[in-house]
């Protein structure tokens, strides 16, 4: 181990806070250290937020140190309060086990499984059959609620209520990390920022329960340069579930970033030599457009695989170079009995899912931001026939970027 990985992290601008940095970065250094980060099912696809902590594995795996994935199977069916203003939908054990499942191949597309090199773990095995009177006194009497209270992922939820169930959250992640490093011998735990204050109950309890020193350090959220949470779409959420959302959609989302943030998404979420990273910081205007291609291309690569990127990758250039038509640009099909003897333009675009709702298609209709075949909608009342959709269909544009084939069924 030559490079310190801590030193990486630091320098791509991953790192948001540390529980005892010097120490973090010698232990980094000088041994090969188990570490964990936990992911709980709340949907059946882990989401780009999850990938910037992928990345993170990746990074201190390729310097030797071990990760553990841990799939929430059991924190899954109490929800995590961190972040949220309302209380999780509760999900049934089917669902959390099923979603447990997709997360496993999702992970193993960045983090190599084979043996001895991770562990894939469900704390579902020491949490859903605890007694819980044995938990109280055994876990719960090393935590106090004045503390806990003060901790910002409680204090953002008292004004409008947070469950009981929910306060329980803290105890069973610290309790993870105390199961975590009685079995595999975890010592350091690895996070969102908003995780913090869960950590540092983990790290107490090992201190308590163990008489031991564990650490604990936290990441960068993916944001834009005016502080906005990425990784939203018009669509909703950016799975890496190319059933939820496609690689072309995937990869055209990182292709259209802004140009003050392409370079520090490039540290963040890729693994291209910061030399060559350095070099195109010295690019503005026009050039960026190379290095959007590039970012495109190397996340895509990372989450859907080479081939599939570099199908995204033709199918944009194709679409961009001539108002072309790709055999890869997303595509949408309607029946024949919604259309009738013609369909709504507005109607059309939002049930198609180009749009989300009416009074948007309506907005950018007004704005002179919406074009079918490359021609301008200026007219609410436009319909297209069914004729019109047969075949190729039409090519829908929303602004300059987003294209959608839209095809009879």
């Given at each position: 181990m030559s490079e310190n990985v801590f030193d990486t992290l630091k320098e791509r601008g991953l790192i948001a806070q540390t529980t005892h940095e010097e120490e973090i970065r010698e232990l980094l250094g000088k041994e090969k250290v188990t570490f964990y980060i936990g992911f709980d099912p709340t949907a059946d696809s882990l989401h780009i937020g999850h990938f910037l902590q992928m990345v993170v594995m990746r990074h201190m795996q390729l310097a030797g140190h071990r990760p553990i994935a841990l799939v929430g199977g059991g924190t899954g069916m109490v929800g995590d309060p961190s972040g949220r203003t309302d209380m999780r939908q509760m999900m049934t054990v089917e669902t959390i086990n099923h979603n447990c499942e997709c997360f496993k191949k999702q992970l193993s597309s960045v983090i190599d499984f084979s043996e001895g090199k991770a562990i894939m773990v469900n704390n579902a095995d020491w949490l859903r059959n605890l007694n819980y009177i044995e938990f109280l006194r055994d876990i719960g009497v090393c935590f106090s609620v004045n503390e806990m209270l003060r901790a910002k992922c409680f204090q953002?939820?008292?004004?409008?209520?947070?469950?009981?169930?929910?306060?329980?959250?803290?105890?069973?992640?610290?309790?993870?990390?105390?199961?975590?490093?009685?079995?595999?011998?975890?010592?350091?735990?690895?996070?969102?920022?908003?995780?913090?204050?869960?950590?540092?109950?983990?790290?107490?309890?090992?201190?308590?329960?163990?008489?031991?020193?564990?650490?604990?350090?936290?990441?960068?959220?993916?944001?834009?340069?005016?502080g906005k949470k990425m990784g939203k779409t018009a669509k909703g959420a950016l799975w890496l579930d190319p059933e939820k959302v496609s690689p072309y959609d995937f990869y055209q989302y990182w292709r259209n970033v802004g140009d003050d943030d392409v370079c520090r998404f490039l540290k963040l979420v890729t693994f291209l030599p910061m030399e060559e990273i350095k070099e195109y910081e010295k690019l503005e205007g026009a050039a960026l457009n190379e290095v959007k291609e590039r970012l495109g291309f190397e996340v895509t690569k990372l989450v859907h695989g080479e081939e599939e990127a570099r199908r995204a990758q033709d199918a944009a250039r194709a679409v961009f170079s001539a108002g072309g038509v790709s055999a890869d640009m997303p595509t949408a099909e309607i029946e024949e009995s919604k259309v009738g003897d013609g369909i709504n333009v507005v109607d059309l675009v939002v049930d198609c899912g180009l749009l989300p709702s009416k009074s948007e298609a309506k907005r950018l209709i007004k704005q002179g931001g919406l074009t079918i075949n490359d021609n301008k909608v200026t007219d609410f009342d436009m319909t297209i026939t069914a004729d019109e959709l047969k075949g190729d269909g039409i090519i829908a544009r929303r602004g300059k970027k987003a294209y959608l084939k839209i095809t009879l069924k």
């Open positions: 953002t939820r008292l004004e409008k209520g947070l469950s009981f169930i929910e306060f329980n959250y803290m105890l069973m992640q610290s309790y993870d990390f105390l199961q975590l490093y009685k079995q595999y011998g975890a010592k350091l735990e690895l996070g969102g920022d908003d995780q913090w204050s869960n950590i540092l109950g983990g790290i107490d309890l090992i201190r308590r329960k163990e008489n031991a020193q564990a650490y604990g350090m936290t990441f960068t959220l993916l944001t834009n340069s005016e």
